[in-house]
């Protein structure tokens, strides 16, 4: 009976320090961070321009309140020169909105999408509904324009 009382008083002494051991180690280690929260495209108030190849573009934000406004000019080589204003929202690293311009003198609006990537815009093509003004569908865009705009000071 001694034996038994013993060995059963034994082995709960064993299971504690046990229990005591995982505690201690549990709490040791330092704490891993479940998800790791994805950074917001970085997109600012002020300049993005492309210049190269006889091509110059230029998108200056504005305003950045819910909406996103600004001018956006195109000087595309061996093109008419257009120069207007954007008005668009940023969803999901998209900048998609509308390019109101004047162009041979007459006003004209049409769809404009950026992709906000590593502090560039680049601009987004697809196909276009029948007015050939908006895209048909914005989700399937491509963004692999050849020109993309960076961050640059505002010329006066």
């Not at 008083?9 to 479940?34: G, Y």
């Not at 006889?54 to 008419?80: F, S």
């Amino acid at each position: 009976m001694k034996k038994l009382l013993f060995t059963c008083l034994a082995l709960s002494v064993l299971a504690s320090c046990k229990t005591k051991e995982k505690q201690e180690e549990n709490e040791t280690q330092p704490e891993v961070p479940m998800a790791v929260e994805e950074k917001a495209p970085a997109l600012a108030l002020g300049c993005y321009t492309y210049d190269g190849n006889g091509n110059h573009i230029v998108l200056e934000i504005t305003e950045m309140n819910g909406t996103v406004l600004g001018n956006l000019d195109y000087a595309l080589k061996e093109k008419d020169a257009n120069k207007g204003t954007f008005s668009g929202v940023l969803k999901d690293s998209v900048l998609l909105g509308s390019y109101t311009f004047m162009s041979e003198g007459t006003e004209s609006t049409r769809e404009v999408a950026f992709l906000v990537k590593e502090g560039q815009l680049i601009e987004g093509f697809g196909a276009l509904d029948e007015t050939g003004t908006a895209f048909q569908n914005p989700v399937s865009l491509s963004f692999s324009s050849s020109m993309p705009l960076s961050k640059t000071d505002c010329e006066p």
